[in-house]
């Protein structure tokens, strides 16, 4: 089993920037896709970003041009650079990752953390 701990939110003035970061534990052989989603009060979870192994990011595109994500491999890591925030951006933000576990040939996505909060202040 996979255990996914994001960190890193908090609250923060319209204009700043926050790092999120999830680490993910358990017997894993490998991962391909991370990611980041986020959910709004009253709104659906929504794709951020997502990378690929290969360190291909893509961003939805409310946050293209403000967001950066990243990854180390070696630690089963994501992260969310997030510049330029927004209140729209006020939500708690969960990562994923589709893992392949040790002893499995398939990848299978991970089920949630228990996310953080991020909150924008205007």
């Known amino acids: 089993q996979v255990q996914l701990v994001e960190s890193g939110g908090g609250l923060v003035q319209a204009g700043g920037s926050l790092r999120l970061s999830c680490a993910a534990s358990?017997?894993?052989?490998?991962?391909?896709?991370m990611g980041w989603y986020r959910q709004a009060p009253g709104k659906q979870r929504e794709l951020v970003a997502s990378i690929t192994s290969g360190g291909r990011g893509n961003y939805a595109d409310s946050v293209k041009g403000r967001f950066t994500i990243s990854r180390d491999n070696a630690n089963n890591s994501v992260y969310l650079q997030m510049n330029s925030l927004k209140p729209e951006d006020t939500a708690v933000y969960y990562c994923?990752?589709?893992?392949?576990?040790?002893?499995?040939?398939?990848?299978?996505?991970?089920?949630w953390g228990q996310g953080t909060q991020v909150t924008v202040s205007s």
């Open positions: 994923y990752a589709d893992v392949r576990m040790d002893g499995s040939t398939r990848y299978r996505r991970t089920g």
């Open positions: 358990g017997s894993i052989f490998s991962i391909n896709d």
